[in-house]
């Protein structure tokens, strides 16, 4: 319980400041809003069926991205990271399309996919495919070998080798690459819609607010609401992984 | 009495060309079936590249291995293999049970699982821990589910790494009492490796010395030791501290005693 009260105060005492700081006039009202207009604009927001549609489009996208990004690296993480000799020859490929930031690949993606929601879903999987293959290849290839000749010894044949001992001693690291893609997954979904346009979303709401009447405090509301949505998704998926791996926690604990 | 190991020639090289190494020369021994067989050898004479080559799980360079009577091509399916290393060895992702279970998982019903899980832990003393994991053990105990899980397959002939080689002095004795014990009941055939001398005596009825690497069969004891042994008086006897001597100078490059090794096998048991 101690770490969530610290990190209540934390958030209160920026709330504080925030508030303080543009009522004291350090920064023009009209810029940035205090904290009490915009979270009382989260709110009302909360309860708007037109922005739930934009929330709901953008976890839409986010989901179908994450989704398909596991559907492609934990399959390609198993096969390179059991091939030393496939590995190499992809490396250079790989090195060069990871640092490659989704936002750059907007235009080219528009050209390829259109300007329809699969653009952002493609970024999107684009992104989130390194942090689960990276892990994938990583877990796949430090597989103990004594944990194999045991699985051998009982009388597993390859494809159960891989079903009951390579894909369960992969899971929890899978699961952390995992973890990292839903946040970048996010960031690129809210992103693009912002960046490129799109008909819904977050950032399609926020670009919205943004042009025009320059509605700071909707701005900020609408940013508020993805943090919130990158905080709640995270922890699920936190809570979830604790759940289930307790067995890793536990080992990995007992290493060190 | 029938045989149920029988190695011939075995020799097994890793690497090829400049970076070859012969771990293993031209073995041939035989265990017969309901013995408990001790190898001894020193620290990388070649005693797990043996074992792998018995078990199927490396295929051998040079020579062959037959278990009652089949050539061993594969892993055979009436063997098991406990490894010294239990925490390694134990899925920790898997109960307790669940791994007793493993090598059951494709052969037999759930309720057939769950009965042989069931009696495995308890020929090893460990009733009621099935549903704990192999991590909230001790290291003692942990090895005791790798026996289990051995057993649990009901195998032909069950094969030893060092199984206690890492676990300390009290839990050794404990695990090798038990494991006699279990040899006595079940009348199992068994080979174990061990670079402790005293063990090997202690536990077999038969030791084989092994040379420094590459690894070469020595001596072939039999051990004239009462069926069941006690950590203090066994430990005491006569013929265990003769026997322990004649390994050790064996051990160390000496030829066979000729006085010693009579005495060990004129005497009745
Ligand atoms: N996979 C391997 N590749 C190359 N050399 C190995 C391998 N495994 C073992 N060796 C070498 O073979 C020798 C015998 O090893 P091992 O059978 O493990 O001995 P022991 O179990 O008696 O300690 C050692 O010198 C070791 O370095
Ligand atoms: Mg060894």
Redesign the pocket.
Known sequence: MRPIVRNLAGLAGFLLLWEAVVRLGLVPEREVPPASVVLARTVSLLGDEPFLRDVIATVLAWAIALGTAIVIAVPAGLLLGSLPGLRVATRAIVEFLRPIPSVALIPLVILVVGGGPESKIALAIYAAIWPILYNAIYAFDEIDSLLIDTARSCGAGRMRILASVALPHAAPFIFTGIRMSAAIGLIVVVSTEFIAGAAAGIGQFILAATSGGGRMDLVLAGTVVAGLLGYLINDGLERLGRRLFRWHTATTAEAM | MSTMLQVTGLSHR??TGEHA?V?VNDLTFTVETGELSCIV?P????????LRCISGLITPTGGEVSLHGDRVTGVPEDLAVVFQDYSRSLFPWLTVRQNVEFPLRWKKSRAERRERSEEALEWVSLPGVGGKYPWQLSGGMQQRVSIARALARRPALLLM?EPFASVDAQTRFELEDLLRSVQLQHGSTILL?T?DIDESVYLGDRVLVLSK?P?RIVADLPVDLPAERHQITTRESANFVSLRAEVARLLQGGTPAEPAAGVVSEKPS
């Not at chain 2, 620290?43 to 043996?50: E, H, N, P, W």
């Open positions: 890793y690497g190494h771990a050898g620290s990388g004479c070649g005693k797990s590249t043996l790494d490796v670079h690497s690894a």
